[in-house]
């Protein structure tokens, strides 16, 4: 199994350009996260979803958009990109909380964003 | 006030020593991970916790659902041991403390 798979690895972006994050992940997992790390503040939620065909907005949703057409793929796009948003981006996936014994986070290696 | 409160927020200690790390939530729960990273690396998952405790090699991890209160030992601590460790809890999205960075000196 190759678990939660983040593409691309790093990227630079100019301001006002775009792109999509990928996450994929092999574990039959309802659950799927994006996260975006910042030095001293932690891991911020930015949306995440409970299943196929279902989104929801989490801490700091401004400025990306997601979309979970397949239960496997979690998208996050950013559609005119700020500085603001360079930073550590983790996806995670789990199953169902509390429905499955000894199911932990599995999570991404990280996207390493910079927008100039 | 953040849903998730980890203390301390630094903790040096040298080698041997046995470590504490704490997390309070104010939430409803239906569960607790605690998470190791590197500087620089990803996401580990160490424990996930509804109840009780649970033990892997020198990792202990407790929770106290009536307290909202878990707690992350290190027993034996070694300079490998140095990373952020990071508490989470399950509502119905994931919800981070800011971390507890840890450093081991031989």
């Known amino acids: 199994n190759a678990g939660v798979t983040q593409t691309p690895k790093f990227r630079v972006l100019k301001t006002g350009q775009s792109m999509t994050l990928l996450c994929a992940q092999d574990m039959n997992h309802e659950y799927m996260y994006w996260y975006r790390q910042d030095p001293g503040m932690g891991l911020r939620l930015i949306h995440y979803s409970v299943g196929e065909g279902t989104t929801a907005k989490g801490e700091v949703p401004d400025g990306y958009n997601v979309s979970r057409l397949k239960k496997q793929n979690f998208l996050l796009g950013l559609e005119s990109a700020a500085p603001s948003q360079t930073s550590v981006y983790f996806c995670?996936?789990?199953?169902?909380?509390?429905?499955?014994?000894?199911?932990?986070?599995?999570f991404g290696n990280g996207t390493r964003l910079t927008v100039t | 006030k953040n849903e998730v409160e980890q203390s301390p927020q630094n903790l040096t200690a040298q080698e041997g020593e046995f470590i504490t790390i704490n997390c309070s939530y104010s939430?409803?729960?239906?569960?607790l991970h605690w998470l190791q990273q590197h500087p620089g690396g990803g996401i580990v998952s160490l424990f996930m916790?509804?109840?009780g405790k649970k033990k892997h090699g020198r990792l202990i991890a407790t929770i106290n659902i009536q307290e909202k209160h878990s707690s992350l030992h290190i027993t034996a601590s070694h300079p490998r041991d140095s990373a952020v460790y990071i508490c989470a809890v399950n509502t119905d999205k994931l919800i981070f403390g800011t971390g507890t960075r840890l450093q081991v000196f031989p």
């Open positions: 939430v409803g729960i239906s569960a």
């Open positions: 916790l509804s109840s």
């Open positions: 995670a996936s789990s199953h169902i909380p509390g429905q499955v014994l000894n199911s932990p986070l599995h």
